[in-house]
């Protein structure tokens, strides 16, 4: 007899507590229902239930046997769920959170893209630097810059985040051009005022040569765009992501400042809550933030604790 169906059997006898009520409840005679009960107990060679004419009872080996008939049925149920989700077309709603700068400069731009090819789904996206709270705030997906805290989480590397130095040409041309970042100490440094220590830049440069620098300013903002701005009207240096400032780096309205040196590269993941069962909106959409944005060759994923414990 099928493995499976006299599992199945077993659960709705012992959840229904008689064989005449799980035949009903299966439509197959009293004495089928017997039988699959029977051919187990064969095939373990023990006893699953104690008979009496008013109750059935588990046995120890019972006990132990239809707890792993549920998780096995539970597993052959969401197997069989996952496949079928698999054929299904993304549809709905996905709720999605990035940070400002990247979100503006490289996500949105290609958001269009995954519209076209899902027409059925809609995208309600937030631009927010905070680390994102996907499960109390009701998020389906995020990408989060730097370390990963929260538990209960997937992540999925993409490329590392990276910032450049830039200036005007006009600030430039009255201060002066360093030569090296320990001399961004005498300069006019603009700094995003939610770094914990928007004052000390992390610098990497050539051959993996790395300096940490104290720098002052005389102008602050808590988002990269009016940094940019402050930096394209004379107002100093500017740390930014190179998305956000690679148009005026283009057209010359910023220069590049020691362009053999950037921020040390921040890590960059996509983060989504541990579910063994995605919908297809948000299966589409992981594959298309990895395939645009992923780490070649590291497209495994990985757990908030495998990743803080790495």
């Known amino acids: 007899?099928?493995?499976?169906?006299?599992?199945?059997?077993?659960?709705?006898?012992?959840?229904?507590?008689?064989?005449?009520?799980?035949?009903?409840?299966?439509?197959?005679?009293?004495?089928?229902?017997?039988?699959?009960?029977?051919?187990?107990?064969?095939?373990?060679?023990?006893?699953?239930?104690?008979?009496?004419t008013r109750r059935q009872q588990l046995t120890e080996v019972g006990r132990l046997y239809y707890e792993r008939c549920r998780q096995v049925l539970a597993e052959v149920e969401l197997a069989e769920g996952s496949a079928l989700e698999l054929q299904a077309s993304p549809r709905g709603r996905l709720r999605f959170i990035a940070p400002v700068s990247f979100g503006n400069e490289s996500l949105v731009p290609v958001l269009a893209e995954y519209l076209a090819r899902h027409p059925d789904v809609s995208v309600d996206l937030t631009l927010d630097n905070r680390p994102p709270d996907l499960i109390d705030e009701g998020y389906e997906l995020g990408i989060q810059i730097g370390e990963i805290h929260a538990v209960g989480l997937v992540a999925r590397p993409l490329r590392p985040y990276r910032r450049v130095l830039a200036a005007a040409p006009a600030y430039l041309a009255r201060h002066g051009e360093p030569d090296h970042p320990r001399q961004l100490s005498s300069h006019n440094c603009l700094g995003l005022s939610y770094w914990q220590r928007y004052?000390?830049?992390?610098?990497?440069?050539?051959?993996?040569?790395?300096?940490?620098?104290d720098v002052k300013g005389r102008f602050t903002a808590n988002q990269g765009t009016a940094?940019?701005?402050?930096?394209?009207?004379?107002?100093?240096?500017?740390?930014?992501?190179?998305?956000?400032?690679?148009?005026?780096?283009?057209?010359?309205?910023?220069?590049?400042?020691?362009?053999?040196?950037?921020?040390k590269p921040t890590p960059m993941y996509l983060i989504y809550a541990q579910d063994r069962r995605p919908t297809a909106k948000l299966r589409s959409m992981i594959d298309f933030v990895v395939e645009r944005f992923g780490v070649e060759g590291r497209s495994a994923s990985l757990s908030a604790a495998d990743y803080i414990a790495g």
Not at 33 to 51: Q, S, Y
Not at 199 to 213: F, I, Q, Y
Not at 233 to 260: C, F, K, Y
């Open 199 to 213: 004052d000390r830049w992390h610098l990497l440069g050539p051959a993996g040569e790395t300096c940490e620098v």
């Open 227 to 263: 940094l940019r701005t402050a930096a394209l009207h004379g107002a100093g240096i500017v740390l930014q992501p190179e998305a956000l400032l690679a148009d005026d780096l283009a057209a010359g309205r910023l220069l590049p400042v020691l362009p053999n040196w950037s921020y």
């Open 1 to 52: 007899m099928d493995k499976l169906a006299s599992m199945a059997m077993f659960i709705c006898v012992v959840e229904s507590g008689s064989f005449s009520a799980a035949a009903e409840a299966s439509q197959v005679s009293p004495t089928m229902a017997a039988k699959h009960i029977r051919t187990i107990e064969e095939r373990l060679g023990a006893r699953l239930l104690h008979r009496t």
